[in-house]
C-alpha cells in the first residue's frame, strides 16, 4: 500500500514524459517537414543541370567551361547573333585536314608528345570564339526537334527564312551531329548538360571529371606559349580513356562529343610570351595512320609513326577518369 503515491507518481511522471516525448517528437517533425520544404526549395532554385551534375558527379568541380553555361537559356526567339561567325572558320576538329573531309585551313598548331618538356614552346592557338549560347534543360531540349527531316519547324521555332545565314549554320550542325564518324571514332551530339553528363558516364563509368582549358579573355588568340614545370598526366593511372567534346554553333548550347581507341591527356602549364598563364588540355593521339599528311609536314614526321598533340582551346571539354590526387 505504502508503494501506491509512488506508483501513483511513476505513472504520472511516465505519463508527463510520454506527453513530452509527443510534443517533442511533434516539435522535431514539424522542424525536419521545414527543413525538407527549405532544402527542396534550395533544389528547385538550382538549374536542373547543376542538380544532375551534383547527383551523378558529386565532390567533382565543374570547369567553368560549362558553368558558365548553365543559365537560363535561350529558348524560342533567341539571341542569334552569334551566327555571324563562319563555322568552318571557327571549326577546331583535329580532322580538319583530314583525308576525304574539307575545310578551311586548319588553325590547329600540332606537336610531339616527345617534345612536351618544360622549357619547350611554340605558337599555339588557345582562345576561341565560341557562341553565347546556353544549355537548356534536358527536357526542354527534348522537347525541340533536332534532326535535318525537321529542319522547316526548327527554323519556324527561330523565326529563320530558309536559305539564311542563321539556316545554313543549324543545317550544318545537325548535319555534322548525323553524319558517321570517321574510322575509331565513336561520337554523339549532346543537346543538353545531363546528357553530355550520362554519355561521359556510358563511355567512361563514374569515376570521371570534366577539365577544359582557361585562357584570360584578353590573351592574343595565336601567340607563343612555353612550357611551364608541373605537367600532369591525365592518362597515367588508366589507359587512353579521353572523351572530347567540342561546342557548335547553334541557338543553345550543343556539344560533339567523341572518342577515339588511342589518345591521352595531359594537363600542361603553359606562359604566354605576352606573360599571361594557362592552364591547357593537351590530347595526343598515339594513332594518326590515317591523318591527312599535310599536317606532319610541318613536324617533319610521317603519318601514324609517332604520337601527335594538340592543346584543346578553352571551351572545348575533356572527360577524363578522375585523378588520384
Ligand atoms: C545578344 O548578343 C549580343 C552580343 O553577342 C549581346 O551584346 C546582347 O546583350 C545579347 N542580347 C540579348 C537579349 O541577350
Ligand atoms: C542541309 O545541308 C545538306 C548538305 O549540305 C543539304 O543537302 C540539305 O538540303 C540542307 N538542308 C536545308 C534545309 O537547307
Ligand atoms: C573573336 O571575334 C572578334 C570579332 O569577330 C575578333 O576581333 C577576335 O579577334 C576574335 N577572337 C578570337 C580569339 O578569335
Ligand atoms: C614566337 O617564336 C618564334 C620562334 O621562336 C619567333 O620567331 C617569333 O617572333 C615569336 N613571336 C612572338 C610574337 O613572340
Ligand atoms: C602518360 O600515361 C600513359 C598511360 O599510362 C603512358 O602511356 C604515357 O607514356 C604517359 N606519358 C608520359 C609523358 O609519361
Request: hydrophobic share 40%; net charge positive; with cysteine.
Given at each position: 500500500?505504502?508503494?501506491?503515491?509512488f506508483?501513483?507518481?511513476?505513472?504520472?511522471?511516465l505519463y508527463?514524459?510520454?506527453?513530452l516525448?509527443?510534443?517533442l517528437m511533434r516539435?522535431?517533425?514539424?522542424?525536419?517537414?521545414?527543413?525538407?520544404a527549405m532544402?527542396s526549395y534550395?533544389?528547385?532554385?538550382?538549374?536542373?543541370?547543376l542538380h544532375?551534375?551534383?547527383s551523378?558527379?558529386p565532390?567533382?568541380?565543374?570547369?567553368?567551361a560549362?558553368?558558365?553555361?548553365v543559365?537560363?537559356?535561350?529558348v524560342?526567339?533567341?539571341?542569334?547573333s552569334f551566327?555571324?561567325?563562319?563555322a568552318a572558320?571557327?571549326?577546331?576538329?583535329?580532322f580538319?585536314?583530314?583525308?576525304?573531309?574539307s575545310?578551311?585551313?586548319?588553325?590547329?598548331f600540332f606537336?610531339l608528345?616527345?617534345?612536351?618538356?618544360p622549357g619547350?614552346?611554340?605558337k599555339?592557338?588557345?582562345?576561341k570564339n565560341s557562341?553565347r549560347?546556353?544549355?537548356?534543360s534536358?527536357?526542354?531540349?527534348e522537347s525541340?526537334?533536332?534532326?535535318?527531316?525537321?529542319?522547316p519547324?526548327?527554323?519556324?521555332?527561330?523565326s529563320?527564312?530558309?536559305?539564311s545565314?542563321?539556316a545554313?549554320r543549324i543545317n550544318e550542325?545537325?548535319?555534322e551531329c548525323?553524319?558517321q564518324?570517321i574510322?575509331?571514332?565513336?561520337?554523339?551530339?549532346a543537346?543538353?548538360?545531363?546528357?553530355m553528363?550520362d554519355?561521359?558516364?556510358?563511355?567512361l563509368g563514374?569515376?570521371?571529371?570534366?577539365?577544359?582549358?582557361?585562357v584570360?579573355?584578353a590573351a592574343?588568340?595565336?601567340?607563343?606559349y612555353?612550357i611551364?614545370?608541373?605537367?600532369?598526366?591525365?592518362?597515367?593511372?588508366?589507359?587512353?580513356k579521353?572523351?572530347v567534346?567540342r561546342?557548335?554553333?547553334?541557338?543553345?548550347a550543343v556539344?560533339?562529343?567523341h572518342a577515339?581507341?588511342?589518345?591521352?591527356?595531359?594537363?600542361?602549364?603553359l606562359?604566354?610570351?605576352d606573360g599571361?598563364?594557362?592552364k591547357?588540355?593537351?590530347?595526343?593521339?598515339t594513332?594518326?595512320?590515317e591523318?591527312?599528311?599535310?599536317?606532319?609536314?610541318d613536324l617533319?614526321?610521317?603519318?601514324g609513326?609517332?604520337?601527335?598533340?594538340?592543346?584543346?582551346?578553352?571551351?572545348?571539354?575533356?572527360?577524363?577518369?578522375k585523378?588520384k590526387?
Amino acid at each position: 500500500m505504502g508503494f501506491l503515491p509512488f506508483r501513483i507518481f511513476a505513472f504520472f511522471t511516465l505519463y508527463i514524459s510520454d506527453f513530452l516525448y509527443l510534443v517533442l517528437m511533434r516539435i522535431l517533425t514539424i522542424l525536419r517537414l521545414t527543413l525538407m520544404a527549405m532544402a527542396s526549395y534550395a533544389t528547385t532554385l538550382l538549374p536542373p543541370q547543376l542538380h544532375y551534375w551534383n547527383s551523378i558527379l558529386p565532390d567533382t568541380t565543374m570547369p567553368k567551361a560549362l558553368s558558365q553555361l548553365v543559365q537560363p537559356g535561350l529558348v524560342g526567339k533567341g539571341n542569334l547573333s552569334f551566327f555571324s561567325q563562319d563555322a568552318a572558320r571557327n571549326c577546331w576538329c583535329v580532322f580538319v585536314n583530314y583525308k576525304g573531309k574539307s575545310g578551311g585551313p586548319s588553325q590547329v598548331f600540332f606537336f610531339l608528345e616527345k617534345d612536351m618538356h618544360p622549357g619547350n614552346g611554340k605558337k599555339y592557338r588557345l582562345a576561341k570564339n565560341s557562341t553565347r549560347a546556353t544549355f537548356l534543360s534536358r527536357k526542354t531540349a527534348e522537347s525541340i526537334p533536332f534532326s535535318s527531316s525537321k529542319m522547316p519547324q526548327i527554323l519556324h521555332q527561330y523565326s529563320l527564312k530558309p536559305g539564311s545565314v542563321e539556316a545554313i549554320r543549324i543545317n550544318e550542325t545537325i548535319q555534322e551531329c548525323e553524319s558517321q564518324g570517321i574510322i575509331g571514332e565513336k561520337k554523339q551530339c549532346a543537346t543538353s548538360l545531363e546528357s553530355m553528363i550520362d554519355y561521359a558516364a556510358f563511355k567512361l563509368g563514374r569515376n570521371i571529371e570534366a577539365v577544359s582549358t582557361e585562357v584570360e579573355k584578353a590573351a592574343a588568340a595565336v601567340q607563343n606559349y612555353t612550357i611551364s614545370p608541373g605537367m600532369k598526366n591525365l592518362s597515367a593511372a588508366y589507359k587512353n580513356k579521353v572523351l572530347v567534346c567540342r561546342k557548335l554553333n547553334y541557338p543553345y548550347a550543343v556539344f560533339y562529343c567523341h572518342a577515339f581507341q588511342s589518345i591521352r591527356a595531359y594537363m600542361v602549364p603553359l606562359r604566354g610570351s605576352d606573360g599571361i598563364t594557362v592552364k591547357a588540355v593537351a590530347i595526343c593521339h598515339t594513332d594518326t595512320s590515317e591523318w591527312n599528311p599535310k599536317i606532319f609536314q610541318d613536324l617533319k614526321v610521317k603519318p601514324g609513326t609517332i604520337p601527335v598533340c594538340h592543346f584543346l582551346p578553352d571551351g572545348d571539354i575533356a572527360w577524363v577518369l578522375k585523378q588520384k590526387h
